[in-house]
């Protein structure tokens, strides 16, 4: 790994809210189809296998760090995502998704150059909502990398608009 590249996880602490979610969906899955479908067993094995499959994401996804982003001077990944270039980014936005206690943070990335990326399922999917293409969920990390990743990406923004009117 560089020395100048930054590299952010989804906190592990809200990931654990969600296995908790899912064994408390399997739970449920496996008392109500019990009860209320006792002589449909395929309906209990859909259920329950459903639940299982989703436990077993949870799990998965708890015991493994997943990458949130990767920053570069040249670049940033966010999740699995094609790498964004600094240049490409005409503004960055601190917004808020939802209402009252249901809002999340996210900084927006915008980019006019958005065809020129080969965009995963979510990206097009979220390309013209709020959310955006390229977008950095705040909300899944803790508090202190929070404050980090938007300095770092703040810093790189910067650094690249100065190159730009340098070669302007």
């Known amino acids: 790994m560089k020395k100048n590249t930054h590299i952010f996880y989804y906190s592990r602490k809200k990931l654990g809210l969600y296995l908790l979610f ?6 449920l899955a496996v008392l109500f189809t019990l009860t209320i479908f006792p002589d449909y067993p395929a309906v209990y094995y859909f259920a329950i296998g459903s639940c299982f499959v989703s436990l077993s994401s949870a799990l998965l996804v708890f015991l493994v760090p997943m990458r949130l982003a990767t920053i570069t001077p040249l670049t940033i990944k966010i999740d699995r ?6 240049s490409d980014i ?3 936005n601190k917004i808020k998704i ?4 249901f809002a999340k943070t996210i900084l927006r990335l915008e980019t006019g150059n958005l065809y020129s990326y080969h965009l995963n399922l979510i990206q097009k999917i979220t390309k013209n909502s ?3 293409a390229f977008s950095i969920p705040l909300y899944a990390m803790s508090a202190d ?24």
């Open 22 to 27: 899912n064994i408390v969906l399997l739970t």
């Open 130 to 132: 709020e959310f955006g």
């Open 98 to 101: 939802g209402k009252g206690i």
């Open 81 to 86: 995502a094609e790498p964004l270039n600094w």
């Open 145 to 168: 990398a929070a404050r980090d990743i938007e300095r770092v990406i703040r810093k790189y923004q910067a650094t690249d608009k100065k190159i730009r009117r340098q070669t302007h």
């Open 90 to 92: 005409n503004k960055i």
